[in-house]
C-alpha cells in the first residue's frame, strides 16, 4: 500500500491549523500562513513548489535544524541559497548532518528564484523542481 506523501503533509497542515484555530478562535487563518518566516525569495519559492503540487512544507524542524522547504516523509529537504547569508563549508557540515539523518539535501541558488531575472532562468529552477518530483513522486 503506498502513502499519498501529499495528502499525508496536507492533512499536516490541516490539523495543525485546526488546532491553531480552535485555540485561538478569533485568529485570521491567513495570517497563521504569513508567520512562516520567509524571505522574498523563499516565498517565491514556496507559491513554485505549490503550483507544481510538491509536497513540502516551510521551516519544519529537522533534528536542530530549520531548511527551507522539507518532505518529511520522502525525508527531502530543499534550501534556497542566497549569497549573503550562505556559507559553502557550513552549508557542507549542514548537509552531512541532515543526510545522516536521512534526509537528501536540494540546494538551489536564489538568483534561479527571483522573479527580477531573464523567464530562461526562472524556467531553470522551474525545470529543476519537476525533475525532483519526477524522481520522488511519481
Not at 496536507?10 to 520567509?38: G, H
Amino acid at each position: 500500500m503506498t502513502i499519498n506523501n501529499f495528502l499525508v503533509i496536507d492533512n499536516f497542515y490541516k490539523d495543525e491549523l485546526d488546532r491553531l484555530i480552535k485555540q485561538y478562535p478569533r485568529m485570521d487563518t491567513s495570517y497563521v500562513v504569513s508567520c512562516i518566516p520567509m524571505n522574498i525569495v523563499e516565498k517565491m519559492a514556496w507559491i513554485e513548489l505549490k503550483q507544481l503540487g510538491l509536497p513540502f512544507l516551510p521551516q519544519l524542524p529537522v533534528g536542530r535544524f530549520y531548511p527551507d522547504f522539507c518532505d518529511p516523509v520522502k525525508k527531502i529537504i530543499i534550501e534556497i541559497d542566497g549569497k549573503d547569508w550562505h556559507e559553502v563549508e557550513k552549508d557542507r557540515k549542514r548537509d552531512i548532518e541532515l543526510n545522516n539523518l536521512g534526509y537528501t539535501v536540494h540546494r538551489f541558488k536564489a538568483y534561479l528564484v527571483s522573479q527580477e531575472l531573464e523567464e530562461d532562468v526562472i524556467d531553470e529552477f522551474k525545470e529543476k523542481l519537476l525533475k525532483l518530483k519526477k524522481e520522488n513522486y511519481s
